[in-house]
């Protein structure tokens, strides 16, 4: 359920070319970037929402 939208962009832009410059394939950095944004859009604020790395490694997983 989301609870706050905000950062929700800027999360998936900010982990998409993160993703993009570590040499990542664009579907991988996509879903990378799909699943960090959806994670933080649980969370009230743009910061309390960005997953951390590891986080998203493990929503990539699931």
Avoid at 26 to 45: E, I, K, P, Q
Wanted: glycine content about 12%.
């Amino acid at each position: 359920m989301a609870r706050d939208t905000t950062g929700a962009g800027d999360t998936f832009n900010g982990v998409l070319i993160t993703r993009l410059a570590v040499g990542d394939e664009l579907d991988d950095a996509v879903r990378a970037a799909n699943v960090a944004a959806a994670m933080s859009v649980a969370f009230v604020g743009a910061r309390a929402g960005m997953p951390r790395a590891t986080e998203i490694e493990v929503g990539i997983k699931a």
